[in-house]
């Protein structure tokens, strides 16, 4: 891991930076192709993220949409030079205990096959392959469907 990461809720003040971020990563080709032919644009409710920081300089963001108890991971995003040093896992295991104490139960996310290292991060952290779909374009996007069932203490509601 990097030295000197923060990770915590988004906030209002976050929105533009973030909306930057996300407009950096998604200007790789196959992020981008990911973005475009699979997902609505990825709308950045700071209330469903996350932000790592290094040294007050945003490095990276997960977001999610949630109901009572199914989560839905739109997204992780990480700067591509702090890549490879755990953001990304940090991020996600944040996100997953945050989850886990609003009481969600059930965690979707879809992932390209095309990005090994992606679909890795979710193995790790302990998500099962549900399923695959293949696109029917003339680039056959194969997606991987991942789901992790959270245990834990169920937050109480006032």
Request: charged share 25%; net charge neutral.
């Amino acid at each position: 891991m990097l030295p000197d990461v923060c990770i915590q809720q988004a906030v209002d003040a976050d929105r533009a930076v973030l909306q930057n971020l996300v407009a950096q990563v998604c200007a790789e080709p196959l992020v981008r192709f990911f973005f475009d032919t699979r997902n609505p644009p990825l709308i950045l409710d700071v209330g469903c993220a996350m932000v790592a920081r290094q040294n007050h300089e945003t490095i990276g963001v997960a977001v999610w949409a949630q109901d009572e108890t199914i989560a839905v991971l739109t997204g992780i995003v990480v700067r591509a030079d702090r890549r490879r040093f755990g953001v990304a896992t940090a991020l996600l295991q944040v996100v997953l205990d945050h989850l886990r104490h609003e009481g969600v139960r059930l965690i979707d996310v879809t992932v390209g096959a095309q990005l090994p290292g992606v679909c890795a991060l979710f193995e790790n952290a302990g998500f099962r392959v549900v399923g695959r779909s293949v696109e029917e374009t003339s680039d056959k996007m194969v997606w991987v469907h991942f789901e992790r069932r959270l245990m834990g203490r169920r937050r109480q509601k006032t």
